[in-house]
């Protein structure tokens, strides 16, 4: 068949949505109704958006990590491209989000029920609290979030450079182990707190 029969090449980036910058409104939205909840001062509401955004931030860390990366590695590039540049523009704000808001909801929260003035050995659980968090905090916007960026306006070229990507996606997949390790970590330590230190 001629070229002239078949038609117009079908764009492979038709249909994918660039990062939209609005979304900063419901970060924006999210970080003051986290900020009311800390000034209302209310022990219940404090713990439930701190648990609540916890599981959010754990849960799709965990299932990116174990459940949609292996699948990701085994498509062909085109599916794997598809799925990342639909993807990313969606995690881009929102995991940031919930990572700073259970990290700062958790201190104000542990702070309220007097964690931070506890005697050693206890006192040791608050310093693997805080420090995980310090860890998947700074690897996540640090780390993940850049890499995330660089690998996304690659693959958004007409003619990915398919090297580059590689090496920028085996630092994340080191980084990506890192985080699911933490994250159980952080999981085994707030454990610890419900049940009693």
């Not at 085994?74 to 989000?97: G, Y």
């Not at 968090?133 to 960026?149: F, H, M, Y």
Request: proline letters at 8%; hydrophobic letters at 55%.
């Amino acid at each position: 068949m001629s070229q002239s029969m078949k038609g117009p090449a079908e764009d492979p980036l038709s249909g994918v949505p660039p990062i939209d910058s609005r979304n900063l409104i419901w970060v924006g939205l999210a970080l003051c109704a986290m900020i009311a909840t800390i000034m209302v001062d209310s022990p219940w509401a404090l713990n439930f958006v701190h648990v609540m955004c916890g599981v959010l931030w754990t849960g799709i860390d965990l299932f990116m990590g174990f459940v949609v990366g292996p699948i990701m590695r085994r498509l062909p590039p085109p599916a794997r491209r598809a799925i990342v540049l639909r993807l990313m523009p969606k995690t881009l704000f929102l995991l940031p989000t919930l990572s700073i808001i259970t990290g700062t909801t958790g201190w104000f929260h542990a702070r309220d029920l007097g964690f931070l003035d506890l005697p050693w050995p206890q006192y040791g659980w608050v310093l693997a609290a805080l420090g995980i968090l310090a860890i998947l905090t700074v690897q996540g916007l640090g780390v993940l979030l850049p890499a995330n960026l660089m690998v996304y306006f690659e693959m958004r070229k007409t003619v990915p450079d398919g090297a580059r990507i590689g090496r920028l996606m085996k630092r994340y997949v080191y980084a990506v182990a890192l985080q699911g390790t933490m994250q159980v970590a952080i999981i085994v330590v707030m454990a610890k707190f419900v049940t009693g230190l």
